[in-house]
């Protein structure tokens, strides 16, 4: 079993986007999938039309409520599971913080799922932030998937994620960590911007960036709002073969023993 953070702290970069459809792609490739929804906004819960007036979170498990395997539901998706998220997460970042060994405390709770081998993959959907929540996701991980927008301050804030990173690795707390990798998302092929930025990330991260590129599309925006993959959504449309080809680019990757890179 691998788990995977889909992380950046900059918002609106379509991080929760990849993270779900991500996930439902892995999972119509008869891979079994936990998406754990970590952002206190609930944007892949109720993405995938998961519960966010009181569903079980991670909270029960991180206060010692609940174990990790109660809070895990069913979704609609054939090989996809839940753990869902509301706003009571963000009441953590307090809690976690006064706990011993405060880092650590997800990849506790995760430590059983890990264990008993009932996931091939378990994504973590991270807040907008590098906060508790995210750098114990960062902690419990065992790579990170970085969404890029393709947006003039694309690489604002990127090199301050990747000294967090190599910080993990180096105190100990998560040696093997590893980049997964740079996903651009966001294209707009109307504009030369775009393929400035593109370029531009290229030359810094060449090694580590995704070949597929997440064009900026209706569809893909307006998929949530219907509580549907793109994958459901809009099945032969650019968003949904975008994914897919992100998806086989994922598991290729997978084994190919990629280092993490230091920016």
Known sequence: MKILAVANQKGGVGKTTTSVNLAAGLAARDKRVLLLDLDPQGNATSAIGGDIDNPPTLYGPLTGASDTGSCISPTRIKNLSLIAANLDLAGLEIEVARMENHLQQIRRVLTPLR??????????????????????????????????????????????LMFIMGQIRDSGANPDLTLSGLLMTMFDRRTNLSDAVVKDVRNHFQEVLY?????????????????????????????????????????????AGLSFVNA
């Open 115 to 160: 264990e008993d081998g009932a996931f091939d993959f378990i994504i973590l959907d991270c807040p907008p932030s590098l906060g508790i929540l995210m750098t114990n996701a960062l902690v419990a991980a065992d790579q990170i998937l970085v969404p890029v927008q393709c947006e003039y301050y694309a690489l604002e804030g990127l090199g301050k």
């Open 211 to 255: 070949d597929t590129v997440i064009p900026r599309t209706v569809r893909l925006s307006e998929a949530p709002s219907f509580q549907r993959t793109i994958f459901e959504h809009d099945p032969h449309g650019v968003g949904a073969k975008a994914y897919g080809a992100l998806v086989e680019e994922f598991l290729k990757r997978q084994g």
